[in-house]
């Protein structure tokens, strides 16, 4: 009687691992998948056992994505209205390029650009180097088991500053989760994502310490008229508060995602979005952390890389003054134009390639330290020309994998969301 006991246990024990089971789940930046789970006899019999838990395989299989009909509408509309208000922001800011690029003189600019000449290939050299040096800190963000060699971050860095060169609002929403997309056959999406976050996190410090460096030189150095007086102590005031609130925000760990995300959720606003997406948040903070936690050697070499970043483009703009202004630079006039660049470029990320406002800002700001309006103006025109250069190899390399920007923009979308 125990020995039939037995054997048929046995024969139950056998049946249960040759079972499977389907079920759907679903995967940071991906649609549900079909997973396939073998659940050893023991996991099944013993499901309190927790030591077990562990054991269980998973193994993807691959199907085709399954999105919500009511997610995929959300999406279609708010591209749109992203779509309507950068075309907007677009054309005001050509009308503004317009108004300035006349107001410092046609003639004037040719000639600046003139003496450039193949001093141009010069700038987008230096360029390229700013292009290294973020690329380097992006793949000093991965932690072990993951990596990627730095062609591969500098080939997705440049493919997605590209995407938020050219789409209207891309830059917002789009530019940087699809640098991790770009390299999601290398290391899974959640991986790059946190790599992404962390370098940011690191540059957002270097821009705001620069800006401040800069914004103070300005300040203590030059006559200002009120205007510009009154933007740079706003300026420096706002640099005095985030900075140590980043810190703290870093050293106490708080939750700077799903904390925010909660409250709203909390309130009864987007309960259902807020639902899926406060999981993810929490993975990306706890990966931040930890990285904060356990790679602190890596630290300062990231922070020194994005530093040199900056520095590149004070050299860049020395370059370019020394070749098209008949007034001889310095590096203090050059890392002050650096620094409203960069404040330029934070306050308005909105706007497609800052047409108009980089014109705007750097031209009146030149004729502070010294130089002509248009000198500033031309120098905003040789920034952008260096934008649409590497713009064009972005979406040369993304042509060359066989992807489309509406194709890649919706993808992208789909994965962040």
């Known amino acids: 009687m125990n020995s039939s006991i037995i054997i048929n246990a046995k024969l139950k024990r056998q049946k249960l691992r040759k079972e499977c089971f389907e079920f759907r789940v679903s995967s940071f930046g991906l649609t549900r998948r079909l997973v396939k789970i073998d659940w050893p006899c023991d996991t099944v019999l013993n499901r309190s ?29 708010r591209n749109r209205r992203l779509a309507r208000f950068g075309l907007v922001f677009a054309f005001l800011g050509l009308l503004l390029f317009a108004y300035f690029v006349r107001k410092a003189g046609v003639a004037q600019i040719i000639e600046g650009i003139k003496r450039l000449g193949f001093g141009f290939l010069l700038v987008v050299a230096i360029s390229a180097l700013r292009q290294v040096v973020r690329s380097l800190a992006w793949t000093k963000c991965f932690e072990a088991p993951y990596f990627i060699r730095f062609r591969d971050a500098f080939a997705a860095r440049i493919m997605g500053d590209a995407l938020g060169n050219i789409i209207p609002l891309a830059s917002v929403a789009i530019a940087e989760p699809s640098k991790a997309a770009f390299v999601s056959d290398r290391v899974p999406l959640i991986a790059g994502l946190s790599a992404i976050a962390l370098e940011n996190i690191f540059y957002s410090l270097s821009v705001a310490l620069f800006i401040f460096s800069g914004t103070a030189a300005l300040l203590l150095s030059f006559s200002l008229p009120k205007p510009l007086r009154y933007a740079s102590i706003a300026a420096l005031i706002a640099v005095v508060v985030i900075v140590p609130l980043g810190y703290l925000i870093i050293r106490k760990q708080w939750k700077f995602l799903s904390g925010p995300m909660g409250l709203v959720q909390r309130r009864g606003i987007a309960r259902d979005w807020m639902g899926k997406t ?19 050697s890596r630290l300062l070499v990231i922070f020194l890389l994005e530093v040199c970043f900056h520095f590149t483009g004070v050299l860049e703009i020395y370059t370019t003054l020394w070749f098209i202004s008949p007034i001889a630079p310095t590096f203090l006039t050059a890392f002050i134009l650096e620094s409203v660049n ?69 993808q992208t979308q789909a994965n962040i969301t």
Request: proline share 5%.
């Open 49 to 77: 056992n927790a030591s077990h838990k562990d054991s269980i395989n998973l193994q993807e299989e691959p199907q085709p994505p399954i999105r919500e009909p009511g997610m995929v509408k959300n999406n279609q509309a």
């Open 278 to 296: 406060i999981p993810r948040a929490q993975s990306l903070e706890d990966r931040i952390y930890g990285f904060y936690s356990r790679n602190r």
């Open 342 to 410: 960069r404040i330029i470029n934070v306050v308005f990320k909105f706007v497609p390639m800052r047409t108009g406002v980089d014109e705007a800002g750097t031209g009146m700001l030149a004729k502070v330290l010294g130089f002509t309006t248009a000198i500033g103006v031309t120098l905003a025109i040789v920034r952008k020309a260096r934008d649409i250069f590497w713009s064009a190899v972005g979406v040369t390399l993304i042509v060359r994998r066989g992807l489309s920007l509406k194709k890649l923009s919706r």
